[in-house]
Structures are given as structure tokens and as C-alpha cells.
């Protein structure tokens, strides 16, 4: 029989695979939903429908296919022009970017990383789905599990909005009006999360324990096991 400690780190690692995951499938989305912006682009120039199955690798009545959905009609005549000349703007760059602009780069992906953990976690929740969330970050040992509800989530969603805004006003040549960050990783990641920059104390194995089980909704661990079993029970009834 696995011991407390090994079926804490199995539900560690779950977590961590079903994060990868949606994080493919995000992934997965947006390099197809970057195809079709693409082609739209591409047709919008000029191009044939010959050309861009040939650029593409796909077959002509799949490119028609693909016109033709919701997605590809909704993009915005200005948004397919703007990426463009982003990606020419790109191409022609000769010289490479600047401290201030890689620190911005690494920020907004810093923002971007949250913002895909919030569209998981509301999809959690409307599907009923228990959210589960560590406030301390993966390099530590000791955790700190909470139970999100919207209102949490929509208070993360609540600071990103703010530091973006923060950001969409920051000097690229002086750095000023940009949102500042803590060099202790558990104050950064606390922050990330919306939550006050206090630091709590370490907790025990037992209070790890205990804050796990409460945010799972299970009844405190008394030594009982048909206790458990029986809330199991009545739970699933």
C-alpha cells in the first residue's frame, strides 16, 4: 500500500501532466488558428488557391475548407495587415534587440503563462471541476494548496489587465512606468497569483496534509480510514 507521502507526489505529478497537456492542446490551437490568419493573409494578397495549397502542403479543397470558417471570417482586415507587416518588420531586423525589449518579451510571455492557467481553470470550474492551486512555486518543497473560485481567478485576470496596462505605458527607451518585480521567487509567484505579498510560514508535513484534504473538500484525517470512506461514499450519493 503506497504511503501518504507517495500518493501526495503521484497527485503532484497528475497535476503536472494534466497541466502539460492543456497546455499542448493551447498550443495546438494557436499554431492552427496562426495558419489560418496566415492563409487569409496570403489570399488576401493575391495568392491563388494553388499557391498557398502548395506553400502549405495542403490540399486545394482543404484551403476552400478553411476560408470558409468562422474563424478565418471573423479575423479583422486590420489585424491580418498589422501581422504582416510585423513579421516583415521581423524578417528585415538586422540588429539584435535590446535589453529593455527582451525584458519586455519575457514579461509578456510571464503574463501569457497565467493567462492560459486562468482560461484552464475557468474551463475547470464550469465544467464542476475541483481548482486546486499551489501558492508556492514548483522549486519548493513545501506547498500551500488553495482552492480557486471565480472571484480568485477573476482577481488574477484583474492584476494581468493592470500590469499590461502598466507595461502599454512604459518608456521603451527608459524603462519608467514599468511594473516591478521581486527577486524571491515565492513573493513573484504569490504575486503572479494575485495574492498579498506576506510570506507565510512553513508548514508542516500534517498541515500540508490537512490544507490539501480541506481544499479537496475531504473531512480532516483523524487516523479513520472508514471515516474517509464513508464521506467518499456519501459524497458520489
Known sequence: MDTREERHQRFLRE??????LRL???????????????????RDTGLSIRQIATATGLSRSRIHQLLQEPAAREIPAWLTHLRGRDHASAGEA???P?????????????????????????????RGEMVVVNLRPDTEDVTEFVRFDQARVHRVL?????????????????????????????????????ES????????AKEQRDAL???CGLPPYDGDDAQYFRHTRETKT
Open 98 to 126: 535590446s535589453s529593455s525589449q527582451t525584458a519586455m518579451q519575457a514579461r509578456l510571455a510571464e503574463e501569457v503563462e497565467v493567462l492560459r492557467w486562468c482560461i484552464d481553470w475557468l474551463a475547470q470550474l464550469e
Open 158 to 194: 484583474a492584476r494581468i489587465a493592470a500590469d499590461l496596462d502598466a507595461l502599454a505605458r512604459q518608456d521603451p527607451a527608459t524603462g519608467t512606468a514599468r511594473p516591478t518585480e521581486s527577486a524571491d521567487p515565492r513573493t513573484r509567484h504569490r504575486r503572479r497569483l494575485a
Open 213 to 215: 484534504r480541506h481544499a
Open 24 to 42: 499542448a492542446t493551447t498550443h495546438l490551437h494557436e499554431a492552427e488558428q496562426e495558419r489560418i490568419w496566415a492563409i487569409v493573409a496570403a
Open 94 to 96: 538586422d540588429t539584435a
Open 15 to 20: 497535476q503536472q501532466t494534466k497541466k502539460r
Open 197 to 204: 505579498d506576506e510570506t507565510p510560514r512553513g508548514r508542516s
